[in-house]
């Protein structure tokens, strides 16, 4: 759990030194510094969403997945929480709901919040956490020079989705085999890729909806028993 609160500390504190360094950078500056950042984004989704070994399960996890997501309105909900802080802030920043759910998509969904807490929690193994917490600083850095303070408010609610999945982790252990975790982590990084796609202006995806899909290969594994 160390290591789940080092990743708030984190965050919190490079959303904070990120909005001096707005005032330090030119708008130019910063936006190829964004550029950059989120095509690494995508490249870090490639490689784990290659890494399936049940293509056909990431094709329904993310179909169905979404169609869910959609009905759900999770991108609507997430950025409801956006304005609702950006009005109790007074927040002046037009980029403020989009840095927030930037942000919050880019250090929730990749493999590593979700393989990160339960290597923590199931062999006590911070490895992969402390990659996280690194890569988590610079995007909070960067996403925050470029979208201000929204990204400072990700971070609790990151905070509470790898707590969420740190406790869960003991009572899901009979059912995390190693196919389940590879899976679950391939899926999470295609929305990376997604979330990458986004950001750089290729195609406009509401990301946050395609989040049911990260529970595709658990039910899969659940009934069928993916091994």
Known sequence: MLYVILDLVGIVIASLLSQPLKHVLTTTQTSAMLDAATLCVGII?????????????????????????????IDGRFTGVGHI??????????????????????????????????????????????????????ASLIYGAAFGPGVLFAGPFVFAYETVIYCAAAALHPFLTTAVITEIGAVGSALLVALAIDVLKIRQLKVANMLPALLGPLLYGLLLGLR
């Open 45 to 73: 989704g490639i490689q784990g969403a290659i890494t399936t070994k049940q293509p056909l399960l990431m094709l329904v996890s993310l179909v169905l997945g979404t169609l869910v997501g959609y009905w759900l309105d």
């Open 85 to 138: 802080l950006e009005r109790r802030l007074h927040a002046a920043n037009e980029d403020f709901v989009t840095g927030f759910v930037a942000a919050l998509m880019i250090e929730c969904i990749g493999s590593m919040a979700i393989i990160g807490p339960l290597n923590e929690a199931l062999s006590h193994n911070p490895d992969i956490m402390l990659m996280k917490i690194v890569l988590d600083v610079l």
